[in-house]
Structures are given as C-alpha cells and as structure tokens.
C-alpha cells in the first residue's frame, strides 16, 4: 500500500516538472523574440482580412510602326473630306508679325489644326477616279474677269490670287462661298530679270536668305485663308530664285512651319525643288492656256496625264473670258469621261520625310 502511493508521487512530481520545463521554454523563446508589433495607427489589432488577387491587367494590343507612322501623317495631310464653303480667316490660325502687330500671320491652330487643311476645298478621296485638277493665276487683277471665273467655274479650280490686287475681301469672300480654295501668289525673281519684273517685296536671288525671309513673312501678312502659295504670278514663274536650293530651303520650312503647302508652277521636269524638302507640295503638270488657240488640245492632253499617272495639274495663267470659259465646259464633262475635278490641296504630295501612304 505504501509502495503504491509512494510510485503516484513520483508520478504527479514528473508531470509538473514537465509542466515547469514547457513553460520555462515557452518564455525564453518570447525573450528572444520580443514583443508583438503594436497595430497600425487607427487599426483593430486584428490579422488582416486576405487580399484578392488582383485581374492581371489586359494585354495592350500591339500597333505596328508603319500604323503609327501613317496615323501621325495623315492628321497633317493638307485637305477636308466634307463638302461645303470654305471657312473665313479663322483669328486661331493668325499671328501677329514680330515687329508688326497689326500684319497677322498664318500659322497652325493649337489643337494642329492648319490652314492647307481649314481652308481646303472638300474632296471625296474615296473615289477611285483619276484626279485632275486646274489653278488659275492672276486672281484679282481684273475684278470683273476674276468675279465672273469664281462665278462660273466649279468650285474643285483652285484659284492663285495677285498680292498686287485691290478690293480683295469681297473678292475672296465670294470664292470661298463658291468652294474655291484660293494660294497667295508670291513674287520671285523670274528668268529674263530686269525685263521680267516681278514687282515689290519680290523675293530675289540678290538678298539674302534671312532678308527674303522678311519679304516672305510681309507678303504672307498680305491677306488671310489661303491653303497655301504659289510662285506663278501671271506669266511669271520666279524660275531663278525657285532654282536655288540654298534660297528655297528655308522658305519652304517657313511655309511648313507654317501649315502651307506649296506649289511649284514650273512644269514637272524642270527641277523643282519643292518636293523634296520640308513641305506638302504639288508640281505643275502642263500649262493649259499657253497659246490661248490650244486650250482644249492642252486640256486634252492634261486629262491624258491623268489617266496615264493617276492625278494631273494644269495651270492658267489669268482668269481672261476665253480661259473661263473653256475651262467650264472642260470641267462640267470631266465625270462622264471618267475623271474627277480635284482642288489642289488633294494632290499635293508630302515631303520626302513622310510616308507615301499619308496620301
């Protein structure tokens, strides 16, 4: 009996000193740990209840580099799609002259709007016709012949208008509700100078960039809404200063600058610079109205191009009654052969800098 009760002590005495030893551990195991980290500022004490895997975010589609090439192109291409009149002078698309406050400038909106695109005659450029188109020089020389050939011809002719002229705001109000776009002819030193006098704030092969950069800027100031300039002044080409590279090169940046475009009047062949550098630009195919006895043969010959090559411009010289005239008989059966009237902003052609495709 004895021998039992003395075998439970032993007993009960290892179980508490295994209790003893559990504890002591227990506590040196929370020494060396250190105390629980106190709970975030203005939070519970609480685990954190389990976070959501996030969606995996969907995949960007991939857009080619040619894709966005051509996008980045064709917001600058000069010409509208929609039909209609032509807007007036838009004060967001002006300027004032460094040095001139009141003589505004043309130049490109803050929202990349530009004039060769505002000002722009509406082209359909889904069609697949081949393009033809007609700019006719010496706009507001005359009043009456230039009043009667916005009148009368369809408004895809695009029309160069004189810096020399007078009376232009009634002028060009008209063409622009007839839907004719309209270019600021700029004088340049022609073959044959002196005899070949182009006029005033010319700008000429003697003076230097910078200075017929001042012209350029003064001439541009001259009046508003035009798509672009030309260098056909009546008769007159500006052949020797269009001829040197190292002068056109920052007038075509300027008009670029700009939002212009350019079109050269020397026929296509004769060297022209303006394709190849900085600035939407279109070359004259054939001039139509050179004898004035040839008009329809040259006319004929302009709708050939056109077919052969897919577009064509012509140019003529001045707005004279015979000129008109044959133009808009030309012009009223060019759907019923095949062609399509075209203003000159949808011809024009980019920079060598620019994809083809924005065309």
Request: charged share 20%.
């Amino acid at each position: 009996m004895i021998g039992q009760m003395l075998g439970g002590w032993r007993g009960l005495g290892a179980f508490w000193l295994a209790v003893l030893l559990l504890v002591g551990g227990g506590a040196a195991v929370l020494q060396v740990l250190g105390p629980p980290p106190p709970p975030l500022h203005g939070q519970a004490a609480t685990a954190p209840p389990p976070v959501a895997a996030a969606a995996p975010a969907p995949a960007a589609a991939p857009r080619p580099l040619v894709t966005e090439h051509r996008e980045a192109t064709v917001a600058d291409r000069p010409g509208r799609d929609t039909p209609g009149p032509i807007a007036d002078p838009d004060p967001a698309l002006l300027e004032p002259t460094p040095g001139a406050p009141a003589d505004m400038l043309p130049r490109i909106a803050e929202d990349g709007r530009r004039p060769m695109q505002v000002y722009a005659a509406g082209f359909d450029r889904s069609s697949r016709r081949p393009r033809v188109g007609i700019l006719l020089a010496g706009i507001g020389l005359n009043q009456d012949d230039s009043s009667k050939a916005i009148h009368d011809l369809p408004g895809g002719v695009t029309l160069a208008v004189s810096p020399y002229a007078t009376r232009l705001p009634k002028l060009l109000a008209a063409a622009r509700l007839g839907e004719h776009e309209y270019l600021l002819a700029i004088p340049m030193e022609p073959q044959g100078f002196p005899a070949n006098d182009p006029g005033p704030r010319a700008l000429m092969t003697g003076l230097s960039p910078a200075e017929n950069l001042d012209r350029l800027r003064w001439l541009l100031a001259h009046l508003g809404g035009y798509v672009g300039v030309t260098n056909a002044l009546g008769g007159l080409r500006g052949e020797r200063l269009a001829g040197m590279a190292d002068q056109m090169d920052p007038i075509l940046a300027e008009l670029a600058r700009r939002g212009l475009l350019y079109v050269d009047a020397r026929p296509a062949g004769s060297g022209g610079v303006a394709v190849q550098h900085h600035v939407w630009s279109r070359e004259v195919d054939l001039e139509v109205d050179e004898p004035i006895d040839d008009i329809d043969v040259k006319l004929a010959q302009l709708e050939q191009i056109a077919h052969d090559r897919g577009d064509a411009l012509g140019l003529a010289e001045a707005p004279s009654p015979v000129t008109v005239q044959h133009i808009a008989a030309w012009a009223n059966g060019l759907l019923e052969r095949g062609l399509a009237l075209t203003p000159v902003s949808a011809l024009a052609r980019p920079p060598s800098d620019v994809a083809a495709s924005a065309q």
